[in-house]
Nanobody
Framework: QVQLVESGGGLVQAGGSLRLSCAAS????????MGWFRQAPGKEREFVAL??????????DYSGSVKGRFTISRDNAKNTLYLQMNSLKPEDTATYYC?????????????????WGQGTQVTVSS
């Protein structure tokens, strides 16, 4: 019932920036924990970032490989999740997926996310 649609991927030079968006259907967006994951060819899908449903709290977390470069945010009025990616590196090249879960605690585990988008490709050239 929940649909997630990513956009904003593309080809960018190393050191550049991209902003990914994930548009969510439904009216329960504010109750979801939202995450970004990525998968490079021949590699396992990995956690990138998450954001919780609470207003006015520190409710984000990042993988060590992107911390300080990527920022996850959400606009509940627009039912949209964002990932601002700065200082991009070639190793960031992957298909990026947004995901949602109704769990009442944060999770970095792929299996704990119930809803997934189809992904958007990010390619970073050297």
């Amino acid at each position: 019932q929940v649909q997630l649609v990513e956009s904003g991927g593309g080809l960018v030079q190393a050191g550049g920036s991209l902003r990914l968006s994930c548009a969510a259907s439904g009216r329960a967006f504010t109750s979801y924990v939202m995450g970004w994951f990525r998968q490079a060819p021949g590699k396992e899908r990995e956690f990138v970032a998450l954001i919780g449903p609470m207003w006015g709290t520190v409710n984000t977390d990042y993988s060590g490989s992107v911390k300080g470069r990527f920022t996850i945010s959400r606009d509940n009025a627009k039912n949209t999740l964002y990932l601002q990616m700065n200082s991009l590196k070639p190793e960031d090249t992957a298909t990026y997926y947004c995901a949602a879960t109704r769990r009442n605690s944060y999770s970095w585990k792929i299996d704990d996310y119930e809803y997934w988008g189809q992904g958007t490709q990010v390619t970073v050239s050297s």
